[in-house]
């Protein structure tokens, strides 16, 4: 009937319609980050403005992958004849699994898909990579940063080098379009809180006497 009043809207659509200033907020914020991250994507593809730096972007890309800092660090494990090395060697292969384990679960989570200007091409992908959020290599970056920093005697050079290195490896991911710019900064973060963890939990012959047996 035209006199019957209005039947309410329901509590979704009411939502929709009076969006939250932090909804607004946060669906700006992701609106610019997906707009930005396209645009810094400048080696995504051979055809892209700085296409001819891809080859360079993905040695950079391989230079921070998981596969390799672990393969090292446990060669490096294997081979130290001096006690101290294998420690903090052996804290080192800690830190790269929790740092693997970290990101798996929180990508397994969170499921933010890869932007769709990524080029599949990765080295070495498990199932969890085809999500984005974090980014695994600025995890490793910032992990693997403090730690060396921590841990070994480097000259000045050197450590600027260090930190340097994680700077570049975390740029390039945003540069070859395979993740968007909160996931990098994300990952940095946790990265640095993961140390943290480890410094916490660290692995020494009093604390872990069995591991340290095996060697």
């Given at each position: ?99 693997l384990l970290m990101v798996a679960v929180v990508k397994g989570l969170v499921k933010r898909p890869r932007p769709t200007h990524n080029k599949m091409d ?94």
């Amino acid at each position: 009937a035209a006199g019957a009043a209005a039947a309410p809207l329901p509590e979704e659509d009411c939502m929709k319609l009076n969006p939250s200033f932090v909804g607004i907020a946060l669906s700006s914020l992701l609106a610019i980050d997906l707009w930005a991250s396209k645009r810094l994507g400048v080696c995504a593809g051979e055809g892209s403005a700085w296409g001819s730096a891809r080859p360079l972007m993905k040695v950079i890309e391989v230079s921070g992958h998981g596969i390799p800092w672990l393969l090292g660090t446990f060669y490096g494990l294997c081979q130290s004849d001096s006690s101290a090395a294998r420690e903090v060697l052996l804290n080192l292969l800690f830190a790269l699994l929790l740092d693997l384990l970290m990101v798996a679960v929180v990508k397994g989570l969170v499921k933010r898909p890869r932007p769709t200007h990524n080029k599949m091409d990765m080295f070495v992908t498990i199932s969890v990579d085809k999500y984005s959020f974090p980014s695994g290599h600025a995890t490793r970056a910032a992990l693997v940063c403090r730690f060396v920093l921590r841990h070994l005697v480097l000259a000045v050079p050197l450590r600027v080098l260090v930190v340097l290195w994680a700077l570049v490896v975390s740029i390039s991911r945003v540069m070859l379009g395979r993740h968007n710019m909160t996931d990098v900064l994300s990952g940095l973060l946790l990265g640095y809180a993961l140390y943290g963890v480890v410094e916490r939990c660290w692995l020494s012959p009093a604390t872990a006497p069995a591991l340290f047996a095996l060697w």
